[in-house]
């Protein structure tokens, strides 16, 4: 019994973590959702300061919009985290592209020599016809038929990670731009909630 209650406490507990949103776009949501509330509790603090309803009321309303204020900042500073991590990690991609390209270019460049060396000793064709018997001319063309299809392959894999290299650049690029956005938003939320502590002190 003791056991069960346990894990029925685990589960209440640990259930919020989990329904928590992990991704830019349910924190999007979320931030629309309290922009909304912020705007719908302005419009009503307005519309009973118009009225002239009592104090409490003002209180309590400036109340539950500061409280949608700080949870406007906090899902902004979570937004912020999760930029950060994804710019680490695209980071760390990019350095061992740069690695991976460097390599591929030196290997390939070396390739180029050494074809180019071969070439120069001796003509393919003449690789061939040096050949003492038909099955060392048959092994030796298809030598020379494996190395050319690698060295279009080690040529494609530059080309391909060399384009990756552009894409992840551009990613980080708009995700640091995205970052400092939301930075300076989280400032301007910030100030405005002083003012709105202000204003509550005001009202009381």
């Known amino acids: 019994m003791p056991k069960i209650f346990l894990f029925l406490l685990f589960f209440c507990l640990a259930t919020p973590m989990w329904s928590q949103p992990t991704t830019q776009e349910q924190l999007e949501e979320r931030k629309a959702k309290i922009q909304l509330e912020i705007q ?5 603090l307005q519309s009973v300061k118009s009225k002239e309803k009592s104090i409490v009321t003002q209180l309590l309303i400036q109340k539950e919009k500061i409280g949608l204020k700080e949870k406007l900042i906090k899902t902004t500073e979570k937004q912020t985290k999760l930029l950060s ?20 270019r030196k290997d390939y460049a070396e390739m180029i020599v050494k074809s180019y060396k071969s070439r120069s000793e001796q003509s ?31 040529g494609e894999e530059i080309k391909g990670k060399t384009n990756q290299l552009v894409v992840y650049n551009n990613k980080i690029g708009a995700q640091k731009n995205e970052k400092e956005k939301l930075i300076v938003e989280n400032e301007k939320e910030k100030q405005q909630l002083v003012k709105e502590k202000q204003e509550q002190e005001k009202i009381a």
Do not use: G, P, V
Request: charge should be positive.
């Open 124 to 154: 393919r064709a003449m690789f061939l016809l040096s050949s003492q018997n038909f099955l060392q001319a048959y092994k030796r063309a298809q030598y020379m038929k494996q190395y050319a299809s690698y060295r279009k392959m080690q």
């Open 85 to 104: 991590n994804d710019i680490y990690t695209n980071q760390l991609k990019i350095n061992q592209l740069n690695r991976d390209l460097d390599q591929l």
């Open 40 to 44: 719908e509790k302005e419009q009503l």
